[in-house]
């Protein structure tokens, strides 16, 4: 099993900043791709960005140029930087993860509410 813990979220200005950071625990030695994923009540899930274990990133086009993924393997974390954001930001951004060969995201951590304000 593997835990996901997300930390980070919170309200924000228009225009402002925000990094969320999942920590992953348990067994995690064949973990390959994490990112995260946004929900906002009424919407359809939203993808927002991706890292694989060996650095290869994806975002959401409606983040590219905003938001960076990274991460740091020694640590078992993934960081989301959110930079410009806006109030379509809104909503609850869950850490996700999944194995090697993995057709679809094993793990969801119980995520956490990023709120910008216009």
């Known amino acids: 099993q593997v835990q996901l813990v997300e930390s980070g979220g919170g309200l924000v200005q228009a225009g402002g900043s925000l990094r969320l950071s999942c920590a992953a625990s348990g067994s995690i030695s064949r973990l390959d791709v994490m990112g995260w994923y946004r929900q906002v009540p009424g919407k359809q899930r939203e993808l927002v960005a991706a890292?694989?274990?060996?650095?290869?990133?994806n975002y959401a086009d409606s983040v590219k140029g905003r938001f960076t993924i990274s991460r740091d393997n020694a640590k078992n974390t993934v960081y989301l930087q959110m930079n410009s954001l806006k109030s379509e930001d809104t909503a609850i951004y869950y850490c996700?993860?999944?194995?090697?060969?993995?057709?679809?995201?094993?793990?969801w951590g119980q995520g956490t509410q990023v709120t910008v304000s216009s």
């Open positions: 890292i694989s274990s060996g650095g290869i990133r």
């Open positions: 996700v993860a999944k194995w090697y060969g993995s057709g679809k995201y094993d793990y």
